[in-house]
C-alpha cells in the first residue's frame, strides 16, 4: 500500500539519525524553559530581542483584541485590511527607511510571494548555496532558470552575471544565514546588482531588530543606499517577538506587489492583534539598545568560553552561534546529554545543513543572563 511505504521512509529517517522530534512547550517563549515535564534553559529560540513575552506586547495585543477583534475576516484587497494593518505598514516603512512596506503572515510566504511576482519564465536568479528553505522554493515557483554561486562568492557570481542572457536578472540572498550566522556581502551584492542591472532580493529575516542602528537591521549596517533596485524583506516572528512578516522597497515595487504578489493577495490578512503588538515592538527595537549590548556581551561571552576547546564554532558575530559537530548520531548525543542537563540546544543535521556538518544552533537573546551562558559553556567544555 503507498502508506506503508512512508512507514518505511520514517523507519530510514530514524536509522539515519535524521528524524526530527517535536516537544511540546508548557512555558511562554523565553530562556527559562518546560518542556515535556522537564525544565530547561532553552538556547533554541529566535527571540533575539526578548520580547515574545514582553509585558509592553502582550498589553498593546489585549488593548488590540479590545478594540478590533481577533481577526480580519477576509484579504487585504477584499476587506481584511484595517487601519492597524496600515499604520503598522506605515511604521515599518518610516523605520527602515524605504517609501513603502508590505504586509505579509510569516516570512516563508513572503519570499514566496516577492520573487515569483519580480521574475518568471525566461528570467535568472542568481542565488547563494546557503540561502534558506524559503528562498530555494521561491526561485523553483518562480518558474525562472536558477544559479547558484558558492557561499559569499563574489567572483563566481560576477562570473554567471556576466554570461547570462536573461531578460530579467535578480540575486537573492539571505543577509544573516540562519544556520551559520555570517551576514552576506551586501556591498558587493549590491554593486554587481548595479552593473549588471539586477534586482537584489535581500531576507533579513536574522538581522532585522538586531544589528544597524537602532536594530533597523543589515542593510543600515552596512548604510547602503536604498535603491530602487533593492528589495527588503523583513520577519516579525523573530526579534520582533510576534508573528508575520513584511517586504519594503520602492513605492512602484511595494505596489506592484501589492498586485502580483499571489501569498499577499490570496490569503486572509493577518490578525488585527498582531498588528497592534507589532507597532508596540518596533518602539521597543528603536528604544533596545541596552538589549542589543547584552546580547553582544554574551555572544563574546560564549565565543571566548568554548576557545581553545575541540568545539569549532563558525565565524559568527550574530546571535546564532553554530557549534559543528560533524556526524549525525553525534550531534543527537551531545544534544541529548545537553539535554539531560537542562540545557536545550537544538541538533542541526542535513539536509537543512551539508553533509558532515552537524552541528548544535546555539540561539542567544538579550533575555539569557550572564550565568545562563556561563552553564552551557562549563557544560560544553566538560563534553569536549
Given at each position: ?46 527571540d533575539y530581542l526578548g520580547l515574545a513575552n514582553d509585558p509592553g506586547l502582550v498589553e498593546a495585543a489585549c488593548a ?88 559569499g562568492d563574489l567572483a563566481a557570481l560576477e562570473r554567471l552575471l556576466a554570461a547570462s542572457t536573461a531578460r530579467r ?212 567544555r566538560e563534553l569536549a
Amino acid at each position: 500500500m503507498i502508506w506503508e511505504e512512508l512507514r518505511g521512509e520514517l523507519d530510514a529517517l530514524q536509522l539515519a539519525s535524521l528524524k526530527r522530534i517535536r516537544r511540546t512547550l508548557e512555558l511562554p517563549c523565553g530562556p527559562q524553559a518546560r518542556a515535556d515535564g522537564q525544565s530547561l534553559i532553552s538556547f533554541c529560540s529566535n527571540d533575539y530581542l526578548g520580547l515574545a513575552n514582553d509585558p509592553g506586547l502582550v498589553e498593546a495585543a489585549c488593548a488590540g483584541a479590545r478594540a478590533w477583534g481577533v481577526g480580519s475576516g477576509a484579504s487585504h484587497l477584499v476587506s481584511g485590511h484595517l487601519l492597524p494593518h496600515a499604520q503598522l505598514e506605515q511604521k515599518l516603512a518610516e523605520f527602515t527607511g524605504f517609501a513603502r512596506a508590505l504586509l505579509f503572515s510569516t516570512g516563508y510566504m513572503a519570499n514566496l510571494g516577492i520573487v515569483p511576482a519580480l521574475v518568471g519564465r525566461g528570467d535568472a536568479v542568481f542565488a547563494d548555496r546557503l540561502n534558506h528553505a524559503s528562498l530555494i522554493d521561491a526561485v523553483q515557483l518562480s518558474r525562472s532558470d536558477s544559479q547558484r554561486y558558492a557561499h559569499g562568492d563574489l567572483a563566481a557570481l560576477e562570473r554567471l552575471l556576466a554570461a547570462s542572457t536573461a531578460r530579467r536578472k535578480l540575486i537573492l540572498t539571505d543577509a544573516v544565514f540562519s544556520m551559520d550566522g555570517d551576514l552576506a556581502p551586501l556591498p558587493g551584492l549590491l554593486e554587481l546588482a548595479e552593473r549588471f542591472d539586477a534586482w537584489l532580493v535581500v531576507d533579513d529575516a536574522h538581522g532585522f531588530g538586531v544589528l544597524g542602528r537602532q536594530g533597523r537591521g543589515s542593510l543600515d549596517h552596512y548604510r547602503l543606499p536604498l535603491v530602487p533596485r533593492l528589495v527588503y524583506m523583513g520577519t516579525l516572528g523573530k526579534a520582533a517577538g510576534a508573528a508575520g512578516a513584511f517586504g519594503a522597497g520602492d513605492a512602484t515595487v511595494i505596489e506592484w506587489l501589492e498586485q502580483r504578489a499571489r501569498t499577499y493577495v490570496f490569503t486572509t490578512a493577518a490578525s488585527p492583534v498582531i498588528a497592534c503588538a507589532l507597532a508596540a515592538s518596533l518602539d521597543l527595537i528603536a528604544a533596545g539598545d541596552a538589549r542589543r549590548d547584552h546580547l553582544r556581551q554574551l555572544i563574546a561571552q560564549l565565543r571566548d568560553g568554548l576557545a581553545g576547546t575541540r568545539w569549532r564554532l563558525l565565524p559568527s558575530s550574530t546571535a546564532i552561534q553554530p557549534v559543528i559537530v560533524g556526524e549525525n548520531h553525534e550531534v543527537l548525543r551531545v544534544a541529548g546529554e545537553l539535554y539531560r542537563r537542562g540545557l536545550w540546544v537544538p541538533a542541526i543535521r542535513p539536509p537543512t545543513v551539508p553533509r558532515g556538518s552537524a552541528r548544535l544552533r546555539v540561539s542567544l537573546s538579550a533575555a539569557h543572563s550572564a550565568a545562563q551562558v556561563a552553564e552551557l559553556v562549563d557544560a560544553l567544555r566538560e563534553l569536549a
